[in-house]
T-cell receptor, first 117, second 112 residues
Framework: AQKVTQAQTEISVVEKEDVTLDCVYE???????LFWYKQPPSGELVFLIR??????QNEISGRYSWNFQKSTSSFNFTITASQVVDSAVYFC??????????????FGKGTKLSVIP | NAGVTQTPKFRILKIGQSMTLQCTQD?????MYWYRQDPGMGLKLIYY???????DKGEVPNGYNVSRSTTEDFPLRLELAAPSQTSVYFC???????????FGPGTRLLVL
């Protein structure tokens, strides 16, 4: 069975601080995909990134960066110089390559980030 | 290009009533999904579809039904609403099974 753990339930930072959101996953699949989604207070889910299990290169997109480490089964998300607009719930998710796992995302419970001005 | 749209945005149901949550996507995606999100939790898959005429159960299908007669539409039916079905429902679509899923704005359902 697949599992995604986001141990940080809530994080508060002051604006312009850097913050890292942790994500640890469990899967028996050799091919799998990892995702991060953002859910702002308005409630919609915004896709941020998709990474496959064979690509361990870190990725940077503006103030966002992602650190994928297969050795520790982690896919952490860092926001640099946080802004108030970053306040949201962030979900890490996993999709496996097995017959059942291919078509569903297993979500973590989310980390609520509050950026204080 | 509207992406994934859902109606209604909010609905109150009485116990035992039925309703259909509508979902439409205009991205020509074959894969579509229904999730529910309970407070403080991640999303859980209710049903999914890999193409018109093909549907399958997800993690929490009890109390729900789906159909997929067209590529664009994937309605979710609640036959006998129960308080346990109070939740926010999200529809999503993707190009492939492992592809990025794009979500609709959600439907907030309250069963009293």
């Amino acid at each position: 069975a697949q599992k995604v753990t986001q141990a940080q339930t809530e994080i508060s930072v002051v604006e312009k601080e850097d913050v890292t959101l942790d994500c640890v996953y469990e899967t028996r699949d050799t091919t799998y995909y990892l995702f991060w989604y953002k859910q702002p207070p308005s409630g919609e889910l915004v896709f941020l990134i998709r990474r496959n299990s064979f690509d361990e290169q870190n990725e940077i997109s503006g103030r966002y960066s992602w650190n994928f480490q297969k050795s520790t089964s982690s896919f952490n998300f860092t926001i640099t110089a946080s802004q108030v607009v970053d306040s949201a719930v962030y979900f890490c998710a996993l999709s496996g390559d097995s017959g059942a796992g291919s078509y569903q995302l297993t979500f973590g419970k989310g980390t609520k980030l509050s950026v204080i001005p | 290009n509207a992406g994934v749209t859902q109606t209604p945005k909010f609905r109150i149901l009485k116990i035992g009533q039925s309703m259909t949550l509508q979902c439409t996507q205009d991205m020509n995606h074959n894969y579509m999904y229904w999730y529910r999100q309970d407070p403080g939790m991640g999303l859980k898959l209710i049903y999914y579809s890999v193409g018109a005429g093909i549907t399958d159960k997800g993690e929490v299908p009890n109390g729900y039904n789906v159909s997929r007669s067209t590529t664009e539409d994937f309605p979710l039916r609640l036959e006998l609403a129960a308080p346990s079905q109070t939740s926010v429902y999200f529809c999503a679509s993707s190009y492939s099974g492992q592809g990025s899923q794009y979500f609709g704005p959600g439907t907030r359902l309250l069963v009293l």
